[in-house]
């Protein structure tokens, strides 16, 4: 079945690159992105892998830590590193899952039979430290996913978990953000000493609270 926003993020035990790994266990208390590819040594697949082992330090910095996945043998991962380092620059440098049986493609419903049979489509799951899922992400295989969003959606997760906001489009850390709609102008005032500006009675703008 499906896994929906607020579900608990399944647990499993599985192979990888940095040997045996306890989901639940080897998160700990921090964020996660768990990411699956649809094959190793692919094109696309390749330079998506680079681009999270660059962007890795941003993900270190918002306590979010990075594994991916995909139906392939630890071996063919271990061979298709010196590729991923060699195409982008960047050695790989979080752990890849090898999901031989699927065991974990299908807890997370990663394989869209429709799309392919046998592989697994580009998901994403971002995993809050209560173990609940935060985000859900399907991409089909011809396109690759853009981690900087990724970065971005965490940046609004971590706010609105600890202040009464939500964030608007396109927002980036740093920008004005939106008066969570609960909030009474009496709440609101209270809570943001910084005061806010009502566009409308139901869209109420104020600084990021926290910078
Ligand atoms: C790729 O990563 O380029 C890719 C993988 C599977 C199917 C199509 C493209």
Redesign the pocket.
């Known amino acids: 079945m499906a896994i929906r926003l607020g579900d608990e993020a399944p647990d499993f035990t599985a192979e990888s690159t940095e040997g045996t790994i306890n989901f639940h266990e080897w998160k700990g208390d921090d964020w996660a992105v768990l990411f699956s590819?649809?094959?190793d040594f692919?094109?696309?697949?390749?330079t998506?892998l680079g681009a999270v082992a660059a962007l890795k330090p941003e993900f270190d910095k918002r306590h979010t830590k990075v594994i991916g996945l995909s139906v392939d043998p630890v071996d063919s991962h271990q061979s298709w590193k010196g590729d991923i380092a060699d195409v982008t620059g960047h050695e790989l440098n979080f752990p890849l899952i090898a999901d031989g049986d699927r065991t974990v493609a299908d807890l997370y419903d990663m394989i869209h039979p429709n799309a392919n049979d046998t592989?697994t489509v580009r998901s994403v799951f971002v995993v809050g430290p209560d173990n609940k899922v935060k985000l859900t992400l399907t991409y089909p295989?011809?396109t690759g996913r853009n981690f900087d969003e990724l970065l971005r959606v965490i940046d609004s997760l971590q706010l609105t978990a600890g202040y009464s906001v939500a964030t608007p489009a396109d927002w980036k850390d740093g920008d004005d953000v939106i008066v969570a709609p609960a909030l009474s102008d009496d709440e609101a005032k209270e809570k943001f000493p910084k005061g806010f500006e009502a566009k409308k009675p139901y869209l109420r703008v104020t600084p990021q609270p926290n910078k």
Not at 42 to 46: A, E, K, N, S
Request: aromatic fraction near 0%.
């Open positions: 590819h649809p094959k692919t094109p696309v697949c390749t998506e592989l295989a011809s």
